[in-house]
Nanobody, 126 residues
Framework: QVALVESGGGLVQAGGSLRLSCAPS????????MGWFRQAPGKEREFVGT????????SYADSVKGRFIISRDNAKNTVNLQMNSLKPEDTAIYYC???????????????????WGQGTQVTVSS
């Protein structure tokens, strides 16, 4: 089991930046492919980005490509989502997620992730 806790959400003006962090529990954090998803009011949960176990491979949704950066520090057991040039349409609850250890490939599909954090609210004002 992996317990995930997100932090770093808040209110920011359009064009600003926020950095979200996810702190998974457990001593084998490096064994998990990690992802970020978001859900806006009245909308389905959508993929934001994913990062491989080593951090060497990342993938992003087209809507955030070039603005968001995922990184991880396996020694510190953290995965981060740096969000730049934020837009009002980025407003959502952001979730950190982990794939089961059996799978080592990043995925854009929420159904491929077994462990989820409680979410952190990001609000971008215009």
């Amino acid at each position: 089991q992996v317990a995930l806790v997100e932090s770093g959400g808040g209110l920011v003006q359009a064009g600003g930046s926020l950095r979200l962090s996810c702190a998974p529990s457990g001593r084998t954090f490096s064994s998990y492919v990690m992802g970020w998803f978001r859900q806006a009011p009245g909308k389905e949960r959508e993929f934001v980005g994913t990062i491989s176990r080593s951090g060497g491979t990342t993938s992003y949704a087209d809507s955030v490509k070039g603005r968001f950066i995922i990184s991880r520090d396996n020694a510190k057991n953290t995965v981060n989502l740096q969000m730049n040039s934020l837009k009002p349409e980025d407003t959502a609850i952001y979730y950190c997620a982990a794939r089961p250890r059996l799978f080592d490939s990043p995925s854009t599909n929420a159904n491929d992730y077994a462990y989820w954090g409680q979410g952190t609210q990001v609000t971008v004002s215009s």
